[in-house]
């Protein structure tokens, strides 16, 4: 009876899991989101109007408050105001660094021509003959590319099982391996520790895929 029970009991726990972390991620996500609605006058607030609590207003929120800025950054006078607010953020001397290296990351996240975080490679770290991966973030450009002979990239190697810290290193691109997995399937093999490795019907579906192309 044990091994059956504690078969049950793993089996349970494989269901379980996945799905409560998913649930409380998109908790905390809704509850961060609602969170903006904080900064309306009192009066204005859901609760205050129609005298109960709606969960995930804020994110409905948070989507037309996206769109409504988008609008504003296409038009030509949005344009004109959010370039005045960007030149009085230029003059403050600590929030300019801050706001304009936020500012050039994202930008290089949402541009069609970004290279960011789409290629996953191969590389020694942190020593020889010890693996890890890692991601492409771009050429590595200006004083940097001329110091180290223009023969490196921009790599981002991330740390187990929280993949937003790592370490940025700038390496010779020939020392580098390029990877067929896809960015979803890196993120997946790093949190898990290995346990979650890319399989061979993903390999051949992409090849597929490719091969329509």
């Known amino acids: 009876m044990k091994p059956k029970l504690k078969n049950v009991f793993l089996a349970g726990l494989a269901v379980t899991v996945p799905v409560g972390l998913t649930i409380y991620i998109l908790i905390f996500?809704?509850?961060?989101?609602?969170?903006?609605?904080?900064?309306?006058?009192?009066?204005?607030h859901p609760e205050a109007?129609?005298?109960?609590?709606?969960?995930?207003?804020?994110?409905?929120?948070?989507?037309?408050?996206i769109f409504i800025a988008g609008l504003l950054a296409t038009s030509y006078a949005g344009g004109k105001l959010f370039r005045l607010a960007e030149s009085?953020?230029?003059?403050?001397?600590?929030?300019?660094?801050i706001y304009q290296a936020i500012k050039q990351i994202v930008q290089t996240m949402v541009s069609?021509?970004?290279q960011s975080f789409k290629k996953v490679v191969l590389v020694e770290f942190p020593r020889e003959d010890l693996y890890t991966v890692a991601f492409v973030t771009g050429a590595t450009t200006g004083e940097?590319?001329?110091?180290?002979?223009?023969?490196?990239?921009?790599i981002f190697v991330?740390?187990?099982?929280?993949?937003?810290?790592?370490?940025?290193?700038?390496?010779?691109?020939?020392?580098?391996?390029?990877l067929e997995m896809s960015v979803e399937e890196a993120f997946?093999?790093?949190i898990s520790g290995g346990m979650i490795a890319p399989?061979?019907?993903?390999?051949?579906l992409r090849n597929g895929s490719n091969s329509v192309k």
Do not use: H, W
């Open 199 to 204: 399989t061979e019907n993903n390999k051949q």
């Open 112 to 114: 069609k021509e970004g």
């Open 158 to 178: 991330p740390t187990t099982p929280n993949p937003t810290s790592g370490y940025y290193m700038m390496v010779p691109e020939d020392s580098v391996t390029a």
């Open 88 to 97: 009085l953020v230029d003059r403050i001397p600590l929030v300019r660094g």
């Open 29 to 44: 996500l809704i509850d961060l989101m609602d969170g903006l609605l904080r900064v309306m006058p009192a009066a204005l």
């Open 188 to 190: 997946k093999l790093i």
């Open 49 to 65: 109007l129609l005298g109960f609590r709606i969960p995930g207003l804020g994110v409905i929120a948070t989507l037309i408050l």
């Open 144 to 154: 940097l590319r001329e110091k180290t002979g223009g023969r490196c990239i921009n």
